[in-house]
């Protein structure tokens, strides 16, 4: 899993590229941490070359979206692979996330 992110004055776009699964997420969380450092900005994920989404990656993604709402910032996924987007309809996590 590679996590990828350039901070601008107003967003944070982020690149998610491999598989997010429970070992993904643990190896990710420092990455994550400082995206979050910006959560009063939108933040911008790149889902395009995200094969795979584990709950705990899903969990990870609620942790993001929680905490751009609690410091008035905005989370929204975008370029959602057709496979991955299907996880998020099955624990209705699509009516969630903003999707671009």
């Known amino acids: ?10 967003r944070i776009d982020v690149v ?11 190896e990710i969380q420092p990455e994550v941490d400082k995206v979050l450092e910006h959560a009063d900005k939108l933040i911008s994920i790149d889902c395009s070359q995200l ?3 584990a709950s705990s990656g899903l969990r990870q993604m609620i942790s ?9 910032g905005h989370l ?3 370029s959602v692979r057709a496979e991955v987007m299907e996880i998020f309809a099955v624990t209705n996590f699509d009516r969630v996330f903003d999707f671009k």
């Not at 998610?16 to 643990?26: F, M, Q, S, Y």
């Not at 993001?64 to 008035?72: F, T, V």
Request: charged residues 30%; hydrophobic residues 35%.
């Open 16 to 26: 998610l590229k491999g598989e997010l699964d429970t070992p993904a997420t643990v």
């Open 51 to 53: 094969e795979y989404i």
């Open 64 to 72: 993001i979206y929680k905490k751009c709402l609690a410091e008035g």
């Open 76 to 78: 929204e996924l975008v």
């Open 1 to 10: 899993m590679e996590l990828t992110y350039n901070v601008t004055d107003r």
